[in-house]
């Protein structure tokens, strides 16, 4: 099962990089103190890693000490069963699995993350994930757009979550101060082109939330 420690919280933010398509970029975030690391194998993104990419990225990130999700969505080059041999940390989706999948991937202590568009109608709903991810909302894309998420709905939403959605190194410290999520997740604002992350951005985004998240904790510790 999933070790509490490895959930989100006030005292231990996640720091996520979503996309990653290299070992480069691996070393970046290990270097620019980044928790998390996103890797996705649908196709219809820019940063989308083959299977054999996802597997080798997948073991990197262990070795680097960085906590690996596995992104799923419908039409993933990787069905959502093969993270029970890739042993990422988390898998994050847009549904939940079925029954079956769920008891399995919990019994191989892989967590389940959910992801959820931020909207009146949605966002205030309770979690079936053991983490809460909100994202912006975006009918044509499923993630990875670079829209900022509307973080006055988002901070409606059940406590503890993840804030993603058009999140970098110049707001991520607002959207921690008006979310108050116990983690941040980045992808395209991290790039120096679509699909490319620049090390100097990851620095400065890894850098800005991590103070942002000392500054919310020290003010209102009762809120994370």
Not at 102 to 119: C, K, T, Y
Request: net charge positive; proline share 11%; hydrophobic share 45%.
């Amino acid at each position: 099962m999933i070790a509490p420690a490895s959930l989100p919280s006030a005292s231990r933010p996640w720091i996520k990089v979503c996309g990653i398509r290299a070992a480069a970029d691996l070393e970046a975030c290990a270097s620019a103190g980044a928790t998390h690391v996103g890797i996705n194998t649908w196709p219809g993104s820019p940063r989308s890693a083959s299977p054999q990419a996802a597997a080798t990225l997948l073991q990197l990130a262990r070795r680097l000490g960085l906590a690996s999700v596995l992104l799923h969505l419908p039409g993933s080059l990787l069905p959502l069963a093969a993270a029970l041999h890739l042993r990422p940390d988390f898998v994050q989706v847009l549904r939940p699995p079925t029954p079956s999948l769920r008891h399995a991937l919990a019994s191989a202590g892989i967590g389940l993350v959910e992801s959820r568009p931020v909207q009146p109608s949605s966002a205030p709903g309770l979690p079936w994930g053991q983490v809460l991810l909100l994202d912006s909302s975006c009918p044509s894309a499923p993630g990875g757009t670079g829209k900022v998420s509307d973080w006055s709905v988002a901070s409606r939403a059940p406590r503890p979550f993840v804030l993603a959605g058009g999140l970098g190194p110049d707001n991520v410290a607002a959207g921690i101060a008006a979310c108050r999520p116990v983690g941040v997740d980045a992808a395209s604002r991290l790039e120096s082109r679509a699909g490319r992350k620049d090390p100097a951005m990851i620095r400065d985004y890894c850098a800005a939330a991590r103070d942002a998240f000392r500054k919310a904790f020290e003010e209102t510790p009762h809120v994370l």
